[in-house]
């Protein structure tokens, strides 16, 4: 799984629509403030934009239940092409472990694909065709978010409860957006298990 970051907004609208004083002190403390107080609706005014490539369908069908404040394009299956690339598929780490179970998925995904080329041969359109595929093809989708939603998608998905993939992908995310200073002020406020 690979996450790339293609824009960000400021926080800089957040800063300036909640200044009440010209108190540095007060204006230093905003981030606090909002998190603290659950004004996740001030969040809503930047946003992020990245890629995530190397995922699977599965995931991705979990990850698109996250409408709100969010906008996705996903790769369509149509142009994918398992006879392309022999990487075309995620193998889920509790398969990968046991060498027996890891060869059994191999050779299922390899008929996959068989028969994937079979209905094409017998010209079969791509959109039927891809009917054979499992919901282990790995695809490419473009997500934008406000943070907000973000921190929202962390609530459900961050937790150990969580599916591995998907889990792993809010990880990767929340590692990415400490690496944006505006963001991280406000996402270091926010404590996993407190927006509802």
């Known amino acids: 799984m690979k996450i790339d970051l293609i824009q960000v907004t400021s926080t800089k609208g957040i800063i300036e629509g ?3 004083s010209r108190r540095k002190d007060h204006i230093e403390r905003i981030p606090e403030k909002v998190m603290k107080w659950g004004h996740w609706s001030v969040l809503e005014h930047c946003s992020m934009t990245v890629k995530i490539s190397e995922i699977s369908r599965a995931c991705t069908h979990q ?14 299956q149509r142009y994918f092409d398992p006879l392309i690339n022999p990487d075309w598929y995620v193998i889920p780490p509790r398969i990968s472990r046991d060498e027996e179970l890891k060869q059994e998925y191999i050779n299922a995904r390899k008929k996959e694909a068989e028969e994937y080329r079979y209905y094409r041969e017998k010209g079969i359109p791509r959109e039927d065709a891809r009917f054979c595929l499992p919901n ?3 695809t490419i989708i473009t ?3 406000n943070m907000s939603s973000l921190i929202w998608f962390f609530e459900k998905r961050l937790k150990k409860d ?3 993939e998907i889990r792993e ?4 995310l929340y590692d990415l957006v400490l690496t944006v200073p505006e963001w991280a002020e406000f ?3 926010w404590k996993l298990g407190t927006r509802f």
């Open 169 to 172: 992908l809010a990880q990767k």
């Open 18 to 20: 909640m200044k009440t």
């Open 162 to 164: 969580a599916q591995w």
């Open 63 to 76: 990850l698109v239940r996250h409408r709100i404040g969010v906008t996705f394009t996903q790769e369509s």
């Open 187 to 189: 996402l270091k406020q």
């Open 136 to 138: 282990a093809c790995k």
């Open 143 to 145: 997500w934008t978010f």
